[in-house]
C-alpha cells in the first residue's frame, strides 16, 4: 500500500469521482493509467469502476478489470450494484465470479470473542464527608490494614467504643461533627454512628453508605426503626451489613458476613459477631425484626409496595423506588472493557466499577498507566486464541478477576 502518494493524486482521485458521478465514463477511462499507480484504491475502487465504465461505453474485454481485481482479492460487488450486475450478470459464469469474490473476505486480523459486563443496577451513593472534609477526617481514624475486611472490622469496633448510645440527634453536621461533639460530652443515637462508621470506611477507601432499617409496622408506633451502613468489602467480594451502635456484623451458620438482602431473606435471625467493646446484643431475635424493610443511601426498595411516612409522620425520602434489592447492590467487582489503540496497536481499557479503583491487572501484573487511557493492554497479535484474567486494582490488591478472550489471525 503507497502510505506517500505523489503529490499529484489528490487531483486524480477528485477528477476520477467527478467522471463517476456525471457519468462520464471517457473521462473516467482515459485516468486509468494513472489511476493504476494508485494502490491504496486500485483493487477496491477504480478497477470495478472503470469496469463498469468501459462497459457503458461498449469495450471488448470490459470485464477483465474486475477480474483483476477479484485475482488481488476485492471482494465488496455489494458496493457497485446494481451496476455490476447490469454489466456483467448475464455472463455465464457470473455465479462463479460471485463465489470467487465472496471467497476473498479474509479473517479479521483480531476478534474479541469475551469480555465483561458490569451487571444492571441504579447508580452508585455513597456517604462521604464533603472533599475538603476528608483530610481533617482521616487522622482521627484509625490506620487502615491490609485487607479492606481488617480495616471495615477494626473501624467498625472503634466507632462502637466512641461513646455511650443516648437518643439524641445532631441537627446537621458530618462524621467530623459528630467526632467533634463528642469529644466534647455529647452523645447519640444509632443515626450518629452509622454516619461516622459509613464516612469513616469511604474516608480508608472502604466503599459504604448508610443503611435505614424498620420493623414491619414501621408507620406507626415507637421504636420502628435502626440506622447502621453497609459496605463492599473487597476482599469478600461482596457488600456487608455493619451496626455501629452494637460493633457487630451478622454471619450465617459457617461464620460467613452477610449482607442485607441475605438477612432479609433468612427464616431464622442470624448470629451477630460482636468486634468492639460494647455489651452483647440481649435479643438478636428482636433486632432481626428491623430487617423487614430497609432502605441505603440513594434507593429504597419494596416488593409489595411502599410505605412513605414513618411512624412520627416522617416522610421516608429516597431519590429511586425499585421492586427488588438486586438492582441497589452493584457488585464493584465488576469492570468494563473498552477497545482504544497504544503505539499504533488495537488495545483493552479496563474500565473498573469501584469508585476507589487505582489501577487493574493483567494476568496478575499491574498495568501500567498511559496518560488519558488508564489501564489500558495491547493485545496479543501471535496468531491463535488468547485469554487474559483482568481485574481492577484498589489500595487493598485486585479484586476478583474476570476473563477476557480474543483470537487473532
Not at 26 to 53: G, H, V
Not at 133 to 140: A, G, K, M, S, T
Not at 154 to 180: K, S
Not at 351 to 372: F, L, S
Request: aromatic share 8%.
Amino acid at each position: 500500500m503507497s502510505r506517500n502518494p505523489p503529490a499529484s493524486l489528490p487531483r486524480v482521485r477528485t477528477a476520477a469521482q467527478d467522471a463517476m458521478r456525471g457519468a462520464r465514463w471517457w473521462t473516467l477511462l482515459d485516468l486509468e493509467r494513472n489511476l493504476r499507480a494508485d494502490t491504496e484504491f486500485w483493487r477496491d475502487l477504480w478497477a470495478p469502476s472503470l469496469a463498469i465504465a468501459a462497459h457503458k461505453v461498449g469495450l471488448k474485454g470490459a470485464r477483465s478489470r474486475l477480474d483483476e481485481a477479484i485475482e488481488a482479492g476485492f471482494h465488496q460487488i455489494d458496493l457497485f450494484e446494481p451496476e455490476l450486475s447490469a454489466a456483467f450478470g448475464k455472463d455465464p459464469d457470473w455465479e462463479q465470479v460471485l463465489e470467487r469474490a465472496r471467497a476473498n473476505v479474509p479473517e479479521p486480523a483480531l476478534r474479541i470473542t469475551a469480555w465483561p459486563e458490569p451487571g444492571p443496577g441504579a447508580p452508585l451513593r455513597l456517604d462521604r464527608p464533603e472533599p475538603h472534609r476528608e483530610p481533617q477526617l482521616l487522622p482521627r481514624l484509625p490506620k487502615p490494614l491490609p485487607g479492606a475486611w481488617d480495616t471495615a472490622k477494626r473501624l467498625l469496633g472503634w466507632t462502637a467504643g466512641l461513646w455511650r448510645h443516648a437518643n439524641t440527634r445532631i441537627n446537621a453536621g458530618d462524621a467530623l461533627d459528630v467526632l467533634e461533639q463528642v469529644a466534647n460530652g455529647a452523645r447519640y443515637s444509632c443515626v450518629e454512628y452509622s454516619i461516622v462508621l459509613a464516612q469513616g470506611l469511604n474516608v480508608l477507601r472502604v466503599p459504604a453508605r448508610r443503611v435505614w432499617l424498620r420493623r414491619g409496622d414501621y408507620h406507626d408506633g415507637v421504636g420502628q426503626g435502626h440506622a447502621v451502613a453497609e459496605a463492599w468489602i473487597d476482599d469478600l467480594d461482596q457488600w456487608v451489613l455493619l451496626d455501629g451502635q452494637h460493633g457487630a456484623y451478622w454471619a450465617d451458620e459457617d461464620g460467613r458476613p452477610l449482607s442485607l438482602p441475605e438477612l432479609q431473606a433468612r427464616e431464622r435471625p442470624a448470629r451477630p459477631v460482636h468486634v468492639g467493646p460494647r455489651e452483647l446484643m440481649k435479643d438478636p431475635g428482636l433486632w432481626a425484626a428491623y430487617f423487614r424493610h430497609a432502605s441505603v443511601t440513594g434507593i429504597a426498595w419494596e416488593p409489595e409496595g411502599f410505605v412513605p411516612v414513618f411512624q412520627d409522620g416522617q416522610v421516608l425520602a429516597t431519590e429511586r423506588l425499585v421492586r427488588d434489592s438486586g438492582g441497589a447492590y452493584p457488585r464493584l467487582s465488576d469492570l468494563a472493557v473498552g477497545v482504544t489503540g497504544l503505539a499504533g496497536s488495537p488495545a483493552v481499557e479496563l474500565k473498573p466499577v469501584h469508585p476507589y479503583a487505582i489501577g487493574g491487572t493483567w494476568n496478575g501484573e499491574v498495568i501500567a498507566a498511559h496518560g488519558r487511557q488508564r489501564f489500558a493492554q495491547a493485545l496479543d497479535r501471535e496468531p491463535g486464541e488468547h485469554k487474559a484474567a483482568i481485574a481492577a486494582l484498589t489500595p487493598y490488591g485486585p479484586l476478583a478477576s474476570r476473563e477476557l478472550r480474543w483470537t487473532a489471525a
